[in-house]
């Protein structure tokens, strides 16, 4: 089992940023992948940016935040960010952090509660 805790949402106007957190607990090193997602009302929750362990770390993004978000993350505090920059009011969505786990062939699948995002003047 893998316990997210989201933080780091709220109020921000277009072209200012934030940074969201999610803290990992429970089983981590079984974790293979770590992400961010966000749905928007009446809208699909989409894959925003995610993060492989191990050393090579490789990301992705979703096209539309490439350039102006940045995942990161701190072993030490089995912690990963999003760093948000130039927001938009299109980027304002319910955030979940979601950690992905491989164990003898079973894949596990983890999300926080998600934490609000909203983008406006």
């Known amino acids: 089992q893998v316990q997210l805790v989201e933080s780091g949402g709220g109020l921000v106007q277009p072209g200012g940023s934030l940074r969201l957190a999610c803290a990992a607990s429970g089983s981590i090193s079984r974790i293979y992948v770590m992400g961010w997602y966000r749905q928007a009302p009446g809208r699909q929750r989409e894959l925003v940016a995610a993060?492989?362990?191990?050393?090579?770390?490789?990301?992705t993004y979703v096209d539309s935040v490439k350039g102006r978000f940045t995942i990161s993350r701190d072993n030490a505090k089995n912690t990963v960010y999003l760093q948000m920059n130039s927001l938009k009011p299109e980027d304002t969505a319910v955030y979940y952090c979601n950690a992905k786990t491989l164990v003898v062939g079973i894949l596990g699948d983890y999300w926080g509660q998600g934490t609000q995002v909203t983008v406006s003047s």
């Open positions: 993060m492989a362990s191990g050393s090579g770390s490789t990301t």
